[in-house]
């Protein structure tokens, strides 16, 4: 039961750095999802994608990129390195709203990524 | 702005009181209202409520919400030790015409259980 698996789990950057934090997920999700949590404080979205080769902008876009090649993945790209940056990285993925229904859809969390930037 | 407050932010009780937490929403195009149990790492799903009045339950825990009065609470009956976590309210908005969702989270009710 592998779920939501993302890597590394811990990364320590230098200021202008540039990585990727990679997530995959073998639910075969439609819609991913990167949150980052600040300390004492709930996730934000940073971005989403509804499927492969869709994505768009969340709540706290600026300094990430993403990409969604394939139903599976959907790495997380930070450009230059900041500070305020500093955070804990949160990858999900969920099934498509159910047609007709006025419900939600679990949202299924993976571990984290502990990421500081000095 | 889509907004989900929690209350309180921190509570102390010990093992075997029962423990009530509250969040409160103000969020366009509403879909569910979902509870989540932090402790180190990721959060745990608990609860994902979309009609009002009725009441989830799994074990000590259960959760009802007020679509009118746009709150929901969480009860923990005779809490235990392992019952310390972050408690995470989020409210699920529609993204996009897909149906994807976006979580509104709260800032979370830390809570901690002493023997």
């Known amino acids: 039961n592998a779920g939501v698996t993302q890597t590394p789990k811990f990364r320590i950057l230098k200021i202008g750095q540039s990585m990727t934090l990679q997530c995959t997920q073998d639910m075969n999700h439609n819609y991913m999802y990167w949150y980052r949590q600040d300390p004492g404080m709930g996730l934000k979205l940073i971005y989403y994608s509804v499927g492969a080769g869709i994505t768009d902008k969340g709540e706290v876009p600026n300094g990430y990129n993403v990409s969604r090649s394939t139903t599976e993945d959907f790495p997380l790209r930070l450009e230059l390195a900041a500070p305020s940056q500093t955070s804990v990285y949160f990858c999900?993925?969920?099934?498509?709203?159910?047609?007709?229904?006025?419900?939600?859809?679990?949202?299924?969390f993976g571990e984290g990524s502990w990421l500081t930037v000095v | 702005e889509d907004k989900v407050v929690q209350s309180p932010l921190s509570l102390v009780v010990h093992e075997g009181d029962t423990v009530t937490l509250n969040c409160s929403y103000e969020v366009t195009n509403f879909r569910s209202l979902l509870w989540y149990k932090q402790e180190k790492k990721a959060p745990t799903f608990l609860f994902m409520l979309?009609?009002?009045?009725i009441e989830k339950k799994s074990g000590r825990l259960s959760s009802i919400l007020d679509k009118k009065e746009l709150f929901s609470i969480l009860n923990i009956t005779a809490t235990q030790t392992g019952d310390s976590a972050i408690y995470l309210c989020a409210v699920g908005t529609l993204l996009s015409l897909q149906g994807a969702q976006k979580l509104v989270f709260g800032q979370g009710t830390r809570l901690t259980i002493n023997p």
């Open positions: 979309t009609s009002s009045g």
């Open positions: 999900a993925s969920s099934y498509p709203e159910q047609h007709g229904r006025s419900s939600g859809n679990t949202i299924y």
